[in-house]
Nanobody, 114 residues
Framework: QVQLVESGGGLVQPGGSLRLSCVAS????????MAWYRQVPGKERELVAG???????TYVDSVKGRFTISRDNAKNTMYLQMNSLKSEDTAVYYC????????WGQGTQVTVSS
């Protein structure tokens, strides 16, 4: 059973930065796709960024140029570097991995506020 654990969330001022990490219990090189999602109360969970096993990345328009997704197979970890944070980035961020089925982490809260 694969487990994903996110960390790195917290409270940050607008314009600040955070780096989220998602550590997997097994080798992430086996995952076809890994991604970051976020969700705010009352709204559907939305895709923020994704990265394939081959390194192809995709981003939602609202974070392009500010967020960077990456994966380190040696550390079994996926990252989301978030710069120039805005209040609308406030959400619970989840990591997801796909290998035959979906695996989700428990989420980490990101709050952007002055």
């Amino acid at each position: 059973q694969v487990q994903l654990v996110e960390s790195g969330g917290g409270l940050v001022q607008p314009g600040g930065s955070l780096r989220l990490s998602c550590v997997a219990s097994g080798s992430i090189s086996l995952f076809n796709v890994m991604a970051w999602y976020r969700q705010v109360p009352g709204k559907e969970r939305e895709l923020v960024a994704g990265v394939t096993r081959g390194g192809t990345t995709t981003y939602v328009d609202s974070v392009k140029g500010r967020f960077t997704i990456s994966r380190d197979n040696a550390k079994n970890t996926m990252y989301l570097q978030m710069n120039s944070l805005k209040s609308e980035d406030t959400a619970v961020y989840y990591c997801k991995a796909f290998m035959g089925r979906e695996y989700w982490g428990q989420g980490t809260q990101v709050t952007v506020s002055s």
